[in-house]
């Protein structure tokens, strides 16, 4: 053998790889397999150099997308490797490196695992760390991810950043994808769904400036065109989408996809990954047909580069499915996520985060297609495992359940459909908060459950606070927004409720309105702190003279029941002290009229309210749960209680039952119609439970609560019961009421 022939060979077995790493595939396989033969026949088919061509050989066709044979083939060079060479050679290890990638694109993750971690454990015998074991061990982890082992993943990745910190420093572009990697597996470790995660939007941002890091030093140090760069631009945009960016996750995948189409080529991981990223970029945005186009493309692009069988290629097919179920195709969805859930359940198991989220995505479908039955199965089926696997309470679980509670509707048990519901909306409401689309959602589809069985002011109570959570959150035009008004509008239209008169006189004294001029049901002041945002603040028409006159009568009863309160379990946080604001005291830099003015006002309410010792000397009949609701045991002489005299009380509470009838049921309150207001004192609590056993629940945040029943009775239509601040109870009654 020439000296010089072998020169060359070596030579065109480097420009081979080099072909490879640009892209060029079909140079590089013409290279290769050139390499191979001559290899072959110089140095004979057991030689070092001759399995070394062979594996490269195999890598090009694994690139290709020709899984198959490339498997076929680095198997045939590891049984002459092994014995000849060792399995410690760099040869045999590469060979089985590469092959656990196969196996792991062809879905079959246990045997990757297996494939990688003796990789590790046979390069760890050395003793010394190199780049090669720790790509490796970054390969292992993605398996462990994917096997929903996030835990296993980060610690590999945690072993992963701090070799490349030591082996390529802190600035390398490899480095700083292992801070990514390890940054981005801290958002699902210890809980295998992503999808809880996604809302955290704290670690979102910071990932997001780890992120903008990478891809600056990957562009300074590697260049615009580096895989490296490409691949770090389609993750930035990844995050984007995850923080609702969607213009900019468009853009950003947008550039990425069609760099690494130039530079890197159509068969391709990272061209794929951007694809299709792009494609739910812009499923999100509302562009269906770009959607599905590039879903087409990404599923016929992975069968191609990993096969039917692979978990990314069912990765495509799910995202694909979505956009069509989306176009209203269920049946070719159906087809699609068929495919996806049982691909997953033998790929990855029952109870993976993934496998379960494609059978539910199923029964999805096949409500969507009427199929009510199946639908049913598939969510019974995967809610156990779910909560066992996920927990109690996992955002899926949650949707899960309210997905199942459609179908019982739909199938006319309306009653498990509401007791579902209920459990779904108070979870919902306590994790997430009540601006939250599944919050929303699934209010939303609670308040027709209740329209279906006929509770017509429960669904209008929670349709009106949807509707505002809704404005709030997504804003006027949203396509849910516009949903819960058209809900809304139903309900009124069943309760016979037109909008055409309805707002033109004031509730309270009845006349026309000049110009519409609105008055809050409950009076800003009077929620104590920590009152949610999202409680109703409901307003009503009313006309400038009975909106002074009232705002002052609530003031009266404000002040003057604040300050004999002081422990009621956070129902009147903060508001004793408005009300001694309100009469001039602990505050400060007030003007000359404002303080005398204050002054006055504090005489006047001071009249009324009288320490409890003195009050029983002079009136001992009267007892002290008639003045202020509260229970006289315990209050000691010097106590503060007041007097509440029903002309105190009453404006305020019959103001804020004219209120609630307007916007319950679009009643005025006028003859025959007529109010009757009781303060009803601690031990008559109990004395009408009978009559509010059944009734409209109203919760305006800790301090205000309000009861309305409908009693079987002729004379009275509705009773009212309000409680304030859990210190004052008053009833009222509506109805054609003898005086
Ligand atoms: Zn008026």
Not at 268 to 281: E, I, P, Q, V, Y
Not at 340 to 362: I, M
Not at 471 to 480: I, K, Q, V, Y
Not at 506 to 533: I, N
Request: glycine share 8%; charged share 25%.
């Amino acid at each position: 053998m020439e000296d010089g022939t072998l020169d060359t060979l070596i030579e065109m077995s480097r420009l081979a790889v080099v072909r490879h790493h640009q892209g060029d595939l079909a140079e590089a396989h013409r290279l290769q397999q050139e390499v191979l033969a001559t290899s072959r026949k110089m140095l004979g088919e057991n030689d070092r150099f001759t399995l070394l061509a062979l594996s490269n050989l195999a890598e090009i066709l694994r690139a290709q997308g020709n899984l198959g044979e490339a498997r076929e083939m680095q198997e045939s060079v590891l049984v002459k490797s092994r014995p000849t060479l060792g399995d410690g050679d760099q040869v045999t290890l590469a060979a089985m490196a590469s092959l656990g990638t196969m196996l792991e694109q062809q879905g079959d993750l246990a045997g990757a695992r297996r494939q990688f971690e003796e990789v590790i454990a046979i390069s760890g015998r050395s003793g010394e760390e190199n780049t090669f074991t720790l790509r490796v061990l970054n390969e292992l982890a993605s398996v462990l991810l994917t096997q929903g082992d996030s835990a296993g993943a980060y610690a590999l990745l945690e072993k992963l950043l701090d070799g490349r910190r030591r082996l390529l420093g802190e600035e390398h572009p490899e480095t700083l994808q292992a801070v990514f990697g390890l940054a981005a597996a801290s958002l699902t470790k210890g809980d295998g769904a992503p999808a809880a995660a996604v809302h955290d939007q704290g670690k979102l941002a910071a990932l997001h400036g780890l992120l903008e890091e990478v891809l600056a030093t990957s562009r300074r140090v590697l260049g615009e065109d580096h895989p490296s760069t490409i691949q770090a631009m389609s993750d930035l945009g990844a995050v984007l989408l995850a923080q609702g960016n969607l213009r900019g996750a468009r853009k950003m995948q947008e550039a990425a996809l069609a760099k690494s189409r130039l530079t890197l080529g159509e068969q391709n991981r990272t061209t794929l990954t951007a694809m299709g990223r792009l494609g739910t970029a812009l499923r999100r945005q509302g562009d269906l047909a770009g959607a599905q186009r590039l879903g087409e493309e990404a599923l016929s692009t992975s069968r191609r580069l990993y096969g039917n069988e692979s978990v990314l290629t069912l990765e495509a097919m799910d995202e694909l499915a979505e956009v069509l179920h989306l176009q209203g195709d269920s049946a070719s969805a159906r087809g699609l996520r068929e495919k996806v859930a049982e691909g997953r359940l033998r790929l990855l198991g029952e109870e993976h985060p993934k496998t379960l989220e494609a059978v539910v995505s199923l029964a999805v479908v096949a409500y969507a297609q009427g199929d009510c039955a199946r639908a049913r199965e598939l969510d019974e089926q995967a809610l156990p495992i779910m909560r066992r696997v996920l927990g109690e309470e996992h955002p899926s679980v949650l949707t899960t359940m309210d997905n199942l509670a459609g179908v019982m509707h739909s199938q006319g048990d309306v009653k498990a459909a509401r007791e579902l519901q209920e459990r779904v909306v108070s979870a919902f409401r306590r994790l997430r908060g009540d601006y939250h689309t599944d919050t929303l959602l699934a209010m939303n589809n609670l308040a027709v459950t209740m329209a279906t069985q006929g509770d017509l002011i429960g669904a209008r109570v929670l349709q009106e606070q949807v509707l505002d959570n809704s404005r709030r959150a997504l804003g006027p035009e949203h396509f849910n927004t516009l949903l819960v008004k058209q809900n809304l509008a139903l309900t009124l239209k069943s309760q016979g409720i037109g909008t055409a008169t309805a707002g033109s006189r004031c509730v309270h004294c009845l006349k026309h309105l000049e110009q519409k001029t609105a008055d809050h049901v409950f009076p800003r002041s009077w929620y104590p702190l920590g009152t949610p945002d999202s409680v109703q603040r409901w307003t009503v028409p009313s006309c400038p003279q009975c909106n002074k006159r009232l705002a002052l009568a609530e003031k009266d009863l404000m002040v003057t029941l604040a300050l004999c309160i002081n422990d009621t379990d956070g129902a009147a946080t903060g508001v004793p002290a408005k009300a001694l604001r309100a009469i001039g005291i602990g505050t400060s830099e007030l003007s000359e009229i404002e303080t005398s003015h204050r002054e006055k006002y504090r005489r006047k309410i001071l009249s009324r309210v009288v320490p409890y010792g003195l009050l029983r000397r002079v009136l001992p009949s009267l007892r002290v749960g008639e003045l202020n609701g509260r229970p006289a045991d315990g209050l000691d002489d010097m106590a503060p209680v007041a007097i509440l005299t029903i002309g105190l009380v009453a404006p305020v509470a019959e103001k804020i039952v004219r209120g609630l009838e307007f916007k319950l049921v679009g009643r005025y309150i006028e003859p025959p119609l007529s109010l009757k207001c009781f303060v009803v004192p601690p031990e008559k609590i109990h004395a009408l439970d009978d009559v509010f056993e059944k009734s409209t629940d109203l919760e305006f945040g800790p301090g205000l609560r309000v009861l309305r029943a409908v009693p079987m009775d002729n004379e009275i239509f509705a009773m009212y019961r309000i409680i304030i601040w859990k210190a004052l109870t008053v009833d009222v009654a509506v109805g054609r009421l003898s005086h």
